[in-house]
Structure formats: C-alpha cells, structure tokens
C-alpha cells in the first residue's frame, strides 16, 4: 500500500467535512472502516475515495437514520439503496403526520375547544347480538399494535375457518386498559365463530393466551372513522369523542372498548371508512 495515497485522519475529516469524533464513531459502527490503521500508534488512515461515502453517512444521519440502518442502505446496491430509503422516509411521514394530528387535536384541546374536536365524529348507537368468539390477549404497547392486530386476527380467523366452523361475524380488538406508549392493556383480538363446542376444542389445545368464550348482547355507542384515521396516534380523539357523548347522553360504559374492523384491511383506501370506535354501554345506574 502506498502510504502517500493516505490521509490521516484530521486531513481525511477536513476534506469530508466531517469531525474526527464521527469519523470514529462511523468506523467502530462499521460504516466507514479506515483503509488503514498503523499498529503501534492506532492511528486512522483513510482514501480520499472514501470522502463520498463518508459523505453520504452524514447526510441519511441528517434524516435522524438509525446507525444500524445506515450500515444496511449503504451496504446495498445503488436502487435497493433508494428503495431502502424510501421505506424508511415513509415511516418518518407517517409518524409526523400522526403527530401532527395529535398536535392540532392537543391545541384543541388546550385551548378549550374540546366540542369542536369531538363535533368532527358522528356518534350512534347500535345492538350486538350475543357471539361466540376465539381471542387472543397480549400485553403490548401501542407502537406494535400495528404487528399485533392483523397478525393475531389472521392466526384467529385461519383457526375460525379451519378448526371452529366458520367466521360468524366481524373481528374486533378489545382494550381491557389504556394501550399507549406507557400503558400495555392488555389488548385483546376476537374473532366470532359459528361453532362453539369446536372452538372451545381448539383453543384448549392452542395454549397461552387463547381463550374461546361467549361474548354477550350489548348495545353499542360507537363513530365511524377512516383507514387514515385508525393509525396511532390519530385514534385518540374519536375514543374520546364517543366518550364524552356517552358521558353527554347520561349512559356509562359497561364493558371493554372496541376498534371493528368491518373492512378488507389491505383493499381499502386511507380516505375510505375502515373501523368502528365502540363502548358497550347502559343506562347509568342511580346512586342512593
């Protein structure tokens, strides 16, 4: 190797415009090794050819990329690279969007304007009928509610199919606690099946965290909202609108609250109606 193709660490870190201190933390993360390094003293050579790369590490830094992310985009071919980032940058979209919609919600909120909030969703009431269901309860916070909840309704509703006679109704999520970034309910998937004495079969032989179970007639007090409007957390307000009318109409909550899908998920569009935010609910019982 020609030592005089080199720069030295401080030289290489000028000409990338970039300090020494990244430049060592890029290498011990492995994004960007040195073409050399001297043995006895440990000093960082690197090739002026690296200035680009080194360059680029920074800049996807600048987009607040993982380090350990950075190391697999870069790693990658030119298109898979754009690819890579377009995936991520979507994520980051999408979760300012969410807070945005939090923001505009708190400020409402703060300000005193809580009824213009909750004025946006429309609150009905409707019957549920007495249901069989097969659920499965997890512990979980809200940022893998995403995973979760078409994960574990898809296990249900192949078992339904498969094992329990059939899907007899539309599947639901119930919160038995508060599901946030601190508090981890549980939250609880149900599938309404058309064979009980099956289902009860199954479920004794799945394991933890499974249950079949009869689901009683109630009525529900629930809102219409959007695929847009399911995402986390953009969901709170409409929970709190049917809330505050259940509170306004003189009822109170009987049971767990619900999101019912009553869509296919993946063929509906963001603008489209998509779920039902629901509270079992009953006249509210007198003291005295």
């Known amino acids: 190797m020609n030592d005089a193709e080199l720069l030295a660490i401080g030289a290489f ?3 990338a415009r970039l300090s020494p201190k990244a430049l060592r933390l890029y290498d011990r993360r492995g994004l960007l090794p040195p073409a050399h390094v001297d043995g006895p003293s440990g000093y960082r050579h690197y090739r002026a050819s690296q200035a680009e790369r080194a360059r680029l590490v920074a800049q996807l830094r600048q ?6 992310l950075i190391a697999e985009v870069v790693a990658l071919p030119g298109p898979e690279a754009a690819g890579a980032l ?43 009928p007495e249901q069989f269901v097969i659920t ?13 909840i078409p ?31 601190e508090s981890d309910g549980p939250a609880e998937s ?35 909202i959007t695929k847009a409007q399911v995402a986390y957390p953009q969901i709170g307000p409409a929970f709190e609108a049917v809330e505050e009318w259940i509170a306004r109409e003189g009822l109170e909550v009987a049971g767990p609250c619900r999101e019912i899908y009553f869509t296919n998920w993946p063929a509906t569009a963001p603008d489209e109606p998509a779920c039902d935010i629901a509270f079992p609910v009953r006249e509210r019982t007198v003291q005295g």
């Open 13 to 15: 870190a000028a000409r």
């Open 63 to 68: 987009l607040d990329m993982p380090l350990a």
């Open 86 to 128: 377009s995936a991520y940058w979507a994520g980051v979209e999408e979760r300012l969007a969410g807070q945005r919609a939090l923001a505009d919600y708190l400020r409402g909120r703060l300000s005193g304007r809580s009824s213009d909030m909750y004025g946006k969703f429309t609150v009905e009431t409707t019957e549920s």
């Open 136 to 148: 499965e309860s997890r512990h979980i916070l809200a940022d893998h509610l995403p995973t979760f």
């Open 151 to 181: 994960e574990s309704l898809g296990r249900l509703e192949r078992a339904a199919e498969e094992h329990c006679g059939g899907i007899a109704g539309v599947p639901f999520m119930a919160y038995h606690a508060e599901v946030s970034q």
């Open 190 to 224: 149900c599938v309404p099946v058309a064979g009980p004495v099956a289902a009860r079969a199954w479920a004794e032989g799945y394991g933890r965290g499974v249950r079949a179970r009869a689901e009683p007639a109630t009525r529900l007090a629930f809102t219409r």
